[in-house]
């Protein structure tokens, strides 16, 4: 249920962005900008950014201060509903983040790489980390760091932005296999 309500709310939440986008006057770009994110960075207005980093400051703000709430509906939706109740506001609430993620992603990084940005991340901190906490935050950093790479070799090298952001976090994830590999190594020896 979790996963096709993220499903359903982010596919919902990205038309209605698209709308509003075309409404707001900002469907010049042509559908290979719109599909793979932008190839260059000034094709972003002031208020794109404005909104970006109010939309980021709520996100995190709201998974901080539910952040148990959200561990738990994470872990366990079961466990956390015995526990806690009121689980259905609380999966919305992680949907909602989600939809927004992938909203305000998707100028810079495209509708089809935007979900690269959610899941390459997520899944290389579970290679190295083994608690949530840690997974989350070193989530966080990578995305963060995978992200300023990648849009930094965009600007240099002249490429869109969402394929150079993936790739950088496809080998992010493979040097997290792999180190993985070398620890699972090392204590079997």
């Excluded at 698209?18 to 932008?38: E, P, Q, R």
């Excluded at 966080?140 to 965009?154: I, R």
């Excluded at 932005?161 to 992010?172: H, I, Q, R």
């Amino acid at each position: 249920k979790g996963d096709t309500a993220i499903g359903m709310i982010s596919s919902a939440a990205m038309a209605v962005g698209v709308i509003l986008y075309h409404l707001n006057g900002g469907m010049t770009a042509d559908a290979c900008n719109s599909l793979f994110g932008s190839a260059s960075v000034v094709t972003l207005s002031p208020k794109d950014s404005i909104i970006s980093l109010v939309l980021a400051v709520l996100v995190i703000g709201l998974f901080i201060l539910f952040y148990h709430r959200i561990f738990a509906i994470t872990f366990d939706g079961t466990f956390a509903m015995a526990c806690t109740g009121g689980v259905k506001g609380f999966s919305l609430l992680l949907s909602l983040l989600t939809s927004v993620t992938v909203v305000v992603g998707m100028k810079m990084m495209g509708a089809v790489m935007i979900s690269a940005l959610i899941i390459f991340p997520a899944v290389s901190a579970m290679r190295v980390c083994k608690s949530f906490r840690g997974v989350v935050i070193t989530a966080a950093l990578l995305a963060m760091g995978c992200y300023l790479v990648g849009f930094t070799a965009a600007c240099l090298w002249g490429l869109p932005t969402g394929p150079c952001v993936v790739v950088v976090n496809l080998l992010t994830f493979s040097i997290c296999s792999f180190w993985e590999k070398g620890v699972k190594h090392k204590q079997g020896s």
